[in-house]
DNA sequence: GCCGCGCGTGTGGTCTAACCACACTCTAGG
DNA sequence: CCTAGAGTGTGGTTAGACCACACGCGCGGC
């Protein structure tokens, strides 16, 4: 086994025994390093490969920002994992438009209808409605929208994935926009559509909703021009 | 920007541009870090982080299996992330599971009937039939045969994210399998559900085979005593 | 007595230079 | 012709140094 690793299952053992916990701290770089009768380096590269993955946040000086913190942020890890596998092309565009029609069909089937980040989604759809707003504001906005429907089936792991799937190819969603014939056309129809959905779900009208996303997706891909199957 | 997210930036780069693919080997660590104007150092902590994404794979000597060369192992990424996170207590198991319920479901009613994986799923249906097989040896076989129904679904992203899941909690699922009254009643159970979701799969009866997937996956567990919702 | 500035201290970030283990490859000797 | 050894280039690891940063204590002026 590599020096880095015997640190990072070290740091594996104390999450799992509870020892560290989110919101606590790592000991400073030197001491770890001591302790475990390894050089700066190895310390190093097991903290870089866990703040890649999302578990850690290293910050310079002093106070409380400062230090390296435990943090829990799946998203990040999966996301990144996503897009660099993207640019190795073994992971087809369009396999990962089809995930996220399963995913997010499946959230909107599971949310339910009195959950609080139904109120945040519909805030975020006044803020939609405003004219004269920019493409990329409006699609930041509805990047937030689809999350949130994600959020309100209450299932992490979902939530996660949806995430690190929007985050992996938000390159190429904006590439796509390009593609659009009339952007105020489509903006319009999205706008009505995410309505629909959310008025579905609020009705508890579960099955109703998935539909309505799974279409509402996958018309926007092929409106852009990207083929896939489904 | 921190020096070695430069070093992963021209890495992503000369992927996405197509001038590094699979089966490819990074310069030198030595020459990278002559050619980037960077120490050593930070190009080996570029390195590693791709590593444990997944991304590249780093062999000391000389010859066709040294150097660092360019894979692609999405799970591995996607796994170890998956259980570092776990640890922290921040994804329930529970959510895991039933994200695994929903991909497998899909997987099972998309998957082709005439797809070659398929062939290779009865081939381990066939193995578990032996008797006096060993339990480990059992679910190990167990993993292969529901990762091969998750491949047939030809989406590998899908794949990607069912290997993970099943490998962040198969420490998890092997303490539980202690907690089962009669495993030689269970096994008995598993062997006909198995053969029954090939079966389904195998007469185009997408919906049918999806229903099967999820009561067995289910059962399992409830049997083995995890408490989650569905 | 109070306020503010500056320095001390500890943090991660980076770099250099060296040595090790390994595995192939070339070459000299039998 | 074959084999044993030296040579070469790879990642793996270490030690030690210096940097930028940010907080917090304490001294000084007001």
Redesign the interface.
């Known amino acids: 086994m590599r020096t ?1 690793q015997l640190v990072l299952h070290w740091i ?1 053992g104390q ?2 025994e ?1 020892k560290l ?2 919101g606590g701290r790592l000991p400073a770089e030197r001491t770890l390093a001591e302790q475990l009768q390894v050089s700066r ?1 190895s310390v ?2 097991a903290i ?3 703040e ?4 850690v946040r290293a910050g310079v000086g002093s106070g409380p920002e400062a230090g390296t913190v ?1 943090i ?1 942020d ?1 998203t990040a ?2 996301g ?6 993207v ?6 565009v369009s ?2 438009v ?2 996220r029609v ?2 997010e069909s ?1 959230a909107a089937s599971h949310a339910r209808p009195d959950s609080p980040e139904l109120t945040g989604a519909a805030r975020l759809l006044e803020e939609m409605d405003a004219d004269g707003m920019a493409v990329d504001d409006f699609l930041a906005l509805d990047v937030r929208f689809h999350l949130a429907l994600a959020d309100a089936a209450g ?4 939530s ?2 949806m995430g690190s ?1 929007r985050e992996s190819i938000t390159g190429y969603a904006s590439r796509l926009t390009a593609n659009l014939p009339d952007w105020d056309a489509t903006a319009a129809r999205l706008r009505a559509e995410h309505h629909g959905i959310l008025d579905a779900i609020r009705n508890d009208d579960g099955q109703g909703a998935a539909k309505l996303v799974a279409a509402h997706i996958e018309g926007y891909y092929r409106e852009a021009g990207l083929r896939h199957s489904t």
């Open positions: 880095h594996e999450l799992s509870g916990a989110v380096t190093r590269e870089r490969i866990l890649a993955m999302g578990v435990v829990s799946p890890a999966l990144s994992a996503l897009r660099l596998h640019a190795t092309q073994h992971l087809p396999d990962i089809q995930t399963l995913l499946w299932n992490a792991v979902v996660a994935m799937l």
